[in-house]
């Protein structure tokens, strides 16, 4: 897949798991723990954990489970604990 730029690696669509016991608020439903990316470099699909107890929103860097280049990856919690990922390119100097 060539070179989509960063609105090809939003989330694939398919955020899953749940904390144990909640995170995220008082929306009754558990924080999401794992999430499907896909790759800004090499468009492969990767699977992330994500950390419910890290605050609302997280911003990181994560390397690509296949080709190994690494991202700047941002999760946003909302009220329900529904997580919002997404990954760009890691501007290297």
Same mark, same amino acid.
């Given at each position: 897949? =060539? %070179? !989509? &730029?960063?609105?090809?690696?939003?989330? @694939?669509?398919?955020?899953?798991?749940?904390?144990? =016991? %909640? !995170? &995220?608020?008082?929306?009754?439903?558990? @924080?999401?723990?794992?999430?499907v990316v896909v790759c800004p470099y090499c468009g492969?699909?990767?699977?992330?954990?994500?950390d419910a107890g890290g605050g609302t929103v997280q911003?990181?860097?994560?390397?690509?489970?296949?080709?190994?280049?690494?991202?700047?990856?941002?999760?946003?919690?909302?009220?329900?604990?529904?997580?919002a990922v997404t990954v760009a390119p890691l501007e290297?100097?």
């Amino acid at each position: 897949a =060539g %070179g !989509g &730029g960063l609105l090809s690696s939003l989330v @694939a669509g398919r955020v899953g798991g749940a904390a144990p =016991g %909640g !995170g &995220g608020g008082g929306g009754g439903r558990p @924080a999401e723990t794992t999430s499907v990316v896909v790759c800004p470099y090499c468009g492969e699909e990767n699977e992330i954990a994500l950390d419910a107890g890290g605050g609302t929103v997280q911003e990181y860097v994560e390397d690509c489970q296949v080709c190994c280049r690494p991202w700047h990856v941002t999760v946003s919690y909302d009220e329900s604990g529904s997580a919002a990922v997404t990954v760009a390119p890691l501007e290297e100097d």
